[in-house]
């Protein structure tokens, strides 16, 4: 489908389903670094054999034709026809019935720079193929609706050869795998090098024995063994909590250093990045750790949401990633502490998913158009699509909720599946409608709720009246919104901080709604959208004493943590216009992190004030146009404050929160040095760095080395202690990663750009590994002030480095454009240079198409 401008749009409404099934499919490898051969033998049946229809193929520039045959003979070559992303053999030349296509192709991994399709990292040959990489490495029907069994023969002097499914026979030079399981092309993967396994076994609730690798470089294995735990806890959980076993005979996980996303749940061949598998103490922080843990469960948990149950379309992305997104924190939650990780969640979702649906490049969780579908893996469709869950949950119920994934496991298994179907298995497993609940897949944008209560003391013992309104502002291509369907948990406390009505879930459906609780007898305080049990920005009438009361006796965590965000978001919003902030912030979190009887990552998370990022957006969402640097000097500010406010509980928590005995990554411990650390970098702006200092220099970990830079850094310091950790670790690239987003990061806002600038023109600064390139741009897109510095420094170079690389790795360089989805909050000098730096990157000659999606959409 090609639109007046010429630009390529997929479109939901145009699904066709392919007119052939393809039941087997078996490749040849000749590995070679610049000439791999790939022979495949596809064995098609016409779907409708009295309605002749053309075989499309899809296939990538690089992709040569070496022979074609079908059913062992060559056919005339009228009949095939090579475009730029296609070879089509017209339906003249092929029988009306079942058919054994044969095709020779050569492609050359060692110039394939994109990290998609087969290429090399390190020596090691390696493959993307999500979302449409496969069609680098041959000809065929790259779409997730055509699954197949694979059978996979690879050549080559390297060790260690894997492909998906089970081994079926290894020999000098050569390996056989073989996927019993039919899967899409996108799951497909292929390894090739020198590696060293972490092996174990596991053993599933029905008796079999599953061989489990982590691979990784020989010298790494001493790194790999939390990610082997983390696999093991992941497939016991799934078996216990949703009743999946696993399905093969062995499971793999490699580790490669080039990568563009995370990871990869190919069947049986999990690749990662291996910044999300390599972890020691003295290399990978508690954030790390937790990070592993959770990827690590997710990919695993892709092999029934994803794997055995696939996508029929991309635009259906979210059917497969928000399910197992919303699977990996109900995992976390159980591994960890629920309440942090609930936290920890919607601080997430709102500082990338309501930015994303506030800007120009929002979309539904399910899209219905794209240009190019790898610019929609997205925190949309990805952390709003698990909320989206998280609602149906809230709204059936546990037992109803698991009756629905009983059925959809039942139902799906094996089907190439739509949102549609996920919602019908709700309908029918629990009687409910869910028409207008679909309205939160398909539309865009964050409801604004607002709430107004009404009390009545002498009407029915006390009669109190909710009054809840909706509104959806404008997203692009969605001018009007419909109410949707919101479950709100309230609580009520009464005067004295007691509980008088436990949590319960209002259903709004409406515009505007009420909801009445009566014989109340005193006016209780609300505890309204308990656990974020919906993703909208909720707007109520509170002052900042009221604020202060639920901080202290909410008896839901995350309210809890909530009222604090708004005392101190009140007070920096108010600050960042240069009004007088009311209430006080610094007071009600003294009174709160001197609670010993509290859990120290909890009092973490309510001790570190909102980041100016998030500030900028409360104050957008309010209609006001941020300054960062007005942001930056009130957040700075109520540090201070409340660094010498407390200085002496500070101290005390410093001296008191300090871990003993060997590092140990679980949630205990690392509560304990979250909260120290924490305390740290309110302490470094008073005592002129000395406890930074010191704890650099005797930490035994990464998590308190990194803690004590960053508190260093941010106050114009640590430069011996940037010295040091270079010095240390001038051979590891996953810490000289964080060497390199530090920097910019953590520097002064005017120091920022220059200082990316300076290391981008280090020798080791290897931009062409998305790590590296990542950490230095988005260390620096993660300092508000310094990103966005007035004099558009912070632009231009971002602008530069997405120049640059967009002809090597179009994925990531557009993805990293995303940096300036924000562009129009901002005052007219700054939208100027914005504007200016996005033209030139939409100018330049041979754009991707992925970029120029993305600053197309940007600038529209
Ligand atoms: N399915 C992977 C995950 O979330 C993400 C792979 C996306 N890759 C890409 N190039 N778009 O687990
Ligand atoms: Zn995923």
């Not at 990780?341 to 506030?358: G, H, M």
């Not at 240390?728 to 990663?737: A, E």
């Not at 260390?779 to 002030?785: F, K, P, T, V």
């Amino acid at each position: 489908m090609t639109e007046p401008n010429g630009q390529n749009v997929q479109k939901l409404a145009d699904y066709r389903p392919y007119p052939f099934v393809l039941t087997a499919t078996r490749l040849h490898f000749a590995l070679n670094p610049a000439a791999t051969e790939v022979r495949a033998a596809l064995s098609f049946s016409p779907r409708d054999a009295d309605m002749p229809q053309d075989l499309v193929l899809d296939g990538g520039r690089g992709v040569e034709l070496l022979s074609l045959t079908l059913d062992g003979e060559v056919p005339d070559p009228a009949h095939v026809i090579r475009r730029n992303e296609t070879l089509t053999l017209s339906a003249a030349a092929l029988p009306p019935h079942p058919f054994l296509l044969e095709t020779t192709v050569r492609i050359d991994p060692s110039a394939n720079t994109a990290c998609e399709g087969l290429y090399i990292s390190n020596g090691m040959f390696c493959t993307q193929c999500e979302a449409e990489g496969f069609r680098h490495i041959t000809f065929y029907p790259d779409r997730p609706d055509v699954m197949a069994t694979f059978h996979v023969t690879i050549d080559s002097d390297l060790p260690v050869l894997l492909s998906n499914g089970n081994p079926v026979g290894q020999s000098q030079g050569r390996a056989e795998w073989h996927d019993p399981w039919p899967k899409p092309s996108y799951l497909f993967a292929l390894v090739a090098g020198e590696l060293a396994a972490v092996s174990d076994s596991f053993t599933t609730r029905s008796g079999r024995r599953v061989a489990l690798n982590v691979w990784v470089r020989p010298r790494d294995q001493d790194r790999a063994g939390f990610a082997m735990e983390s696999l093991i806890k992941s497939m016991k959980w799934d078996e216990d909590v949703y009743g999946r076993e696993y399905d093969l005979d062995v499971f793999n996980i490699v580790a490669v250093d080039d990568f563009n996303m995370g990871a990869m749940e190919n069947k049986g061949l999990n690749i990662f990045n291996s910044k999300l598998v390599l972890a020691s103490p003295d290399t990978a922080t508690d954030g790390d750790y937790e990070r592993i843990e959770a990827v690590i469960a997710h990919e695993y948990f892709h092999n029934w949401t994803g794997n055995r149950i696939t996508c029929r379309d991309w635009f259906q992305l979210c059917l497969k990633e928000g399910l197992t997104v919303f699977r990996d924190q109900q995992f976390t939650s159980d591994m960890r502490s629920a309440a942090v990780k609930r936290i920890e969640d919607v601080q997430a979702l709102r500082s990338r998913q309501f930015r994303e649906d506030q800007g120009p490049l929002a979309h539904p969780p399910r899209p219905d158009r794209y240009e190019e579908i790898n610019n929609f893996y997205t925190a949309t469709v990805y952390e709003k699509g698990a909320e989206v869950i998280g609602m149906l949950k809230r709204l059936v119920g546990d037992d109803g909720y698991r009756r629905a994934l009983d059925l959809y496991f039942d139902r799906h298994d094996g089907d190439a599946a739509t949102i549609e179907d996920w919602l019908k298995v709700f309908e029918d497993a629990t009687g409910r409608d869910l028409t207008q609940f679909k309205r939160w897949y398909t539309d865009a944008g964050t409801p604004r709720l607002t709430m107004a209560e009404d009390w009545q003391p002498g009407v029915a013992g006390g009669r109190l009246s909710l009054t809840f309104k909706q509104e959806t502002p404008p997203t692009p291509g969605q001018p009007e919104k419909l109410p949707r369907v919101i479950p709100i948990a309230v609580g009520l406390i009464g005067p004295n901080g007691d509980e008088v009505a436990p949590t319960q879930v209002l259903e709004m459906t409406e515009a505007s709604q009420s909801f009445i609780v009566e014989g109340l007898g005193a006016r209780p305080v609300v505890s309204a959208l308990r656990g974020f049990s919906a993703p909208v920005v909720l707007t109520r009438p509170m002052d900042d004493q009221t604020r202060a009361f639920l901080l202290a006796h909410d008896t839901d965590p995350f309210s809890r943590w909530e009222a604090g965000r708004d005392l101190a978001l009140s007070a920096l919003t108010a600050a960042a216009q240069g009004l007088a902030p009311g209430g006080d912030h610094v007071a009600a979190i003294g009174r709160l992190i001197a609670d010993d009887a509290a859990d120290p990552a909890f009092r973490a998370l309510c001790l570190t004030l909102p980041g100016e990022e998030e500030i900028a957006t409360r104050l957008f969402s309010e209609g006001k146009v941020p300054d960062p640097e007005a942001i930056h000097a009130a957040r700075e500010a109520m540090a201070l404050r409340m660094a010498e406010t407390h200085q002496d509980l500070l101290s005390r928590l410093y001296d008191g929160m300090a871990v003993s005995g060997p590092y140990r990554p679980d949630a205990a411990d690392a509560a304990r040095r979250s909260l120290r650390n924490a305390v740290l970098a309110l302490l470094t702006r008073i005592d002129g760095g000395e406890r930074a200092e010191i704890l650099f220099g005797i930490a035994g970990n990464m998590t308190e080395r990194m803690a004590a830079l960053i508190a260093l850094l941010r106050r114009g310091r640590g430069q011996a202690e940037l010295a040091a950790l270079h010095d240390l670790f001038d051979g590891n690239r996953l810490v000289m990663d964080k060497w390199f987003a530090v920097q910019p990061m953590a520097a002064l806002p005017a120091q920022a750009a220059p200082i990316a600038r300076t290391l981008s023109q280090r020798a080791d600064f290897d931009w062409k590994n998305p790590n590296r390139f990542r950490a230095l741009l988005g260390g620096l897109a993660a300092n508000h002030a310094g990103f966005h510095a007035a004099d558009g420094s912070g632009y231009d170079f971002t602008a530069e480095w997405l120049l640059r690389m967009d002809p090597f790795n179009p994925q990531i360089a557009a993805r990293m454009s995303a940096v300036f989805e924000t562009w129009t909050r901002y005052d007219a000098g700054r939208r100027a240079k914005a504007l200016a730096a996005l033209e030139r990157i939409a100018a330049a000659d041979g754009l991707s198409r992925n970029t120029r999606e993305m600053v197309s959409r940007m600038i529209a």
